[in-house]
């Protein structure tokens, strides 16, 4: 079983919608959790971490953490083209610190 | 913001040759690390450097060496480049994840 598993996708929505992207996890030495997008041709960007349980919001963007069901999860609202991209969950703790494969978004206009 | 630079977006070398990977950060940070990305695979940490002249192995150090001289510049080097080291190379530097701030790749075909 994979340290952190995520889907690849592709997803695909409408401009306007709310996208839900989401990672699961064995390890329950995990503290941090984060999220980067990544576009094409460029590295990864961190958009935002949280540490330990809860919800955590920024603009448009929510991540929520239950580390009851070791479930990540990362909301985006009044998605735009502009958010068309790679998103990579990571997380870390123990020592240990993992990415997830990431999760290819496109936002059609 | 941080600017992380990575000298080379695109290298093609040849099987056997000795490759270097430049990496320069502008914010002091003092961690420094090398991720190589393949589809399907994630990011996977090579090797990382907590301070000068200090490196510790990452995931899969094998066939990579690192050289930390001066806190702002973290170079990668493929001693012998091998065609499964064809992949997607980033470098990234924080204070405290492993890498909050990514340079841009550098896309390396070995032929």
């Known amino acids: 079983q994979k340290e952190v598993e995520q889907d690849p996708g592709p997803l695909s929505v409408p401009e306007g919608a709310i996208v839900s992207l989401n990672c699961t996890y064995s390890n329950s030495a995990f503290q941090y959790f984060m999220w980067y997008r990544q576009y094409s041709r460029k590295g990864p960007e961190l958009l935002m971490y949280t540490y330990s349980s809860g919800n955590k919001e920024d603009g448009r963007f929510t991540a929520q953490v239950d580390k009851s069901s070791k479930y990540i999860s990362l909301f985006i609202r009044d998605s735009q083209p502009s958010d068309s991209a790679t998103y990579l969950c990571?997380?870390?703790?123990?020592?240990?610190?993992?990415f997830g494969t990431g999760t290819s978004l496109t936002v059609i206009p | 913001d941080v600017k992380v630079t990575q000298s080379s977006r695109y290298l093609v070398k040849r099987t056997g040759e000795k490759v270097f990977l430049e990496c320069v950060q502008d914010?002091?940070?003092?961690?420094m690390f090398w991720y190589r990305q393949d589809p399907g695979l994630g990011l996977r940490l090579i090797y990382f450097s907590y301070d000068v002249k200090m490196k510790e192995k990452g995931d899969i150090p094998e066939g990579y060496s690192v050289s930390r001289e001066k806190k702002e510049r973290f170079s990668l080097i493929l001693e012998s480049a091998s065609t499964n080291q064809t992949s997607m190379y980033l470098c990234?530097?924080?204070?405290?994840?492993?890498?909050?701030?990514f340079g841009s790749g550098t896309r390396l075909t070995v032929v």
């Open positions: 990234a530097s924080s204070f405290e994840l492993r890498g909050d701030s």
């Open positions: 914010m002091d940070h003092e961690n």
């Open positions: 990571a997380m870390w703790g123990g020592n240990q610190f993992y």
